[in-house]
């Protein structure tokens, strides 16, 4: 009787496990749509009927790079209903593209080098036909122009945020526009409000008493309230961030209104803390969130999280959490004591219960030359290796941690098979990515993505995968698609919430394109 009792309790734990623990993942894909170039994605956006608008690019020139943005509309069914290319001018950029009730837009930015100034034109045209006009919504003198902001390990998920130095607020009511001026006494920037309407509403000079070279800015980002909250490190003498083992500065988070000026400085203590990056939590408060090191600012011990009152600038909670035994054997097999390096955050979510969770990857570039008859030609290899998911307490301190063994590598940026994208679900993190098709177990639980040694991971010997990660950071997953069988390599890279449960990604190869949504 007590074995049977025993083993009544055992299958119910197996079957809560499993329940727990299923993946049931419902993939649909339209029909596939050709075209002659291989544009590259950028976003796509959504509107209020349910209509897709995807904005792609295309680049073309070695000496003199030119290049198109292609804005196509598309019905609920994914059919193609209007297009329009844009060919770009000499110093200009897409800085953002956007979606509002009535109109599908997108902001120019270029730089007018003969009067010394930036411009930004606003694109706009009516949801139901692509007739744009352009207008333009600011002008801003300036000595030096700065480079466009380039993301180049920016957040999986599709951003309106191409190519400019701005950012939206997370209602959309609001866009900021940040330019250094690169002042030589002081750290000096313009700051431009914008409203959803594209109208001006405050600029400012934002001047610091400090040396531009002894200010770093990490962040800048907009409230839903319209408050520019700009965060960067203040280095105390010289500009090294190391001095006799220390860290030789400190994090100042700046609040920037209409009306005036607010800081508050973030100390590291005895840690080293390369960078930071601001999110707007759940209960409206601040939380600037990175990595810390007892070593130097290129390594990573563990994570690092400060709270913020943005009201008053008190700080609320500050946490510095070392990675779990769990995350160390996850990455190397057995306890080590290694810091990691070339750690990059990617996306953040906040719980109901002020819980958090983010992920993050290794990336990284590397330049490498060669010489041949007298000639030297340099080439790029972008890297996106293993992959961490960290799950914290509302106070910022660490709960769970785990690593994704993974190595990916290619000339190509924006090559389909790299890097990740993620999603929460109902606490759950779901991991989607490219690797090759014999995915390897290793001891402990472990994962291994890794593309294979000598070719690297292409269509045929490639499979796009599902992670599934519980609230406890036990996982499983499974393949969604044999990359050799199927008519387009699914970009793991960039997706696109659509609803509750379900997500959109996009789908190319060669001139075949298609969109591909996954419901949970």
């Not at 059919?79 to 844009?86: A, I, M, Q």
């Not at 992959?387 to 910022?396: F, L, Q």
């Amino acid at each position: 009787m007590k074995k049977l009792i025993i083993f009544l309790a055992f299958l119910m734990f197996v079957s809560g496990y499993s329940q727990e623990n299923t993946l049931n993942i419902k993939v649909n894909k339209s029909k596939l749509f050709k075209e002659k170039k291989d544009w590259e994605i950028k976003t796509i956006l959504q509107d209020a009927e349910g209509n897709f608008f995807s904005i792609r690019s295309y680049s073309w020139g070695y000496i003199s790079q030119k290049t198109k943005y292609l804005f196509n509309k598309f019905d609920s069914n994914y059919n193609k209903v209007l297009s329009y290319e844009f060919k770009l001018e000499k110093n200009s950029t897409i800085s953002v593209g956007a979606v509002t009730n009535d109109k599908f837009y997108f902001i120019e930015y270029k730089k007018d080098k003969k009067n010394k100034r930036i411009i930004a034109y606003a694109h706009s045209s009516p949801l139901d036909k692509f007739q744009f006009q352009k207008k333009e919504i600011f002008t801003l003198k300036i000595d030096k122009f700065p480079g466009f902001f380039d993301s180049l390990f920016s957040g999986s998920k599709m951003d309106a945020n191409l190519d400019g130095n701005m950012s939206f607020s997370e209602n959309g009511d609001f866009l900021v526009f940040n330019i250094d001026s690169y002042a030589k006494k002081n750290e000096k920037h313009a700051i431009i409000v914008l409203n959803h309407q594209l109208e001006e509403l405050w600029r400012k000079d934002f001047t610091l008493p400090i040396k531009d070279a002894k200010f770093e800015t990490e962040d800048i980002k907009v409230s839903n309230k319209g408050a520019i909250f700009v965060l960067g490190k203040v280095f105390h003498k010289g500009r090294t961030s190391k001095r006799k083992g220390k860290a030789n500065y400190h994090h100042q988070l700046i609040k920037l209104t209409k009306e005036g000026n607010t800081s508050v400085d973030l100390k590291v203590e005895n840690h080293f803390v390369g960078s930071l990056n601001i999110t707007f939590t759940n209960q409206n408060n601040i939380g600037c969130i990175g990595f810390y090191s007892d070593k130097n600012d290129y390594r990573y011990k563990g994570i690092c999280t400060f709270f913020i009152n943005p009201e008053d600038n008190t700080i609320i909670s500050k946490n510095f959490s070392p990675f779990t035994k769990q995350f160390i054997t996850d990455k190397y097999g057995k306890l080590k004591d290694k810091e990691l390096q070339d750690i990059v955050l990617r996306d953040v979510y906040y719980a109901d219960n002020g819980e958090i969770t983010f992920t993050a990857e290794e990336s990284y570039v590397t330049i490498h030359t060669t010489y041949n008859n007298g000639i030297t030609n340099t080439y790029y290899r972008y890297h996106f290796d293993d992959i961490v998911i960290v799950r914290t307490d509302p106070k910022g301190k660490l709960k769970w941690a785990r690593n994704i063994n993974k190595a990916q590598t290619s000339g190509n940026y924006y090559d389909p098979l790299l890097s990740f994208s993620s999603i929460i679900n109902q606490k759950n993190v779901y991991l989607f990515l490219n690797a090759h098709k014999n995915m390897g177990n290793l001891s402990g639980s472990r994962a291994k993505f890794r593309q294979n040694w000598l070719s690297g991971i292409t269509k045929r010997n490639s499979k796009m995968y599902v992670l599934k990660f519980n609230d406890k950071g036990e996982w499983i997953y499974k393949d969604i698609q044999s990359n050799k069988e199927s008519q387009t390599i699914i970009n793991s890279r960039f997706m696109k919430e659509i609803g509750a449960n379900k997500a959109i990604f996009y789908g190319s190869y060669k001139k075949k394109k298609q969109f591909i949504t996954i419901e949970f």
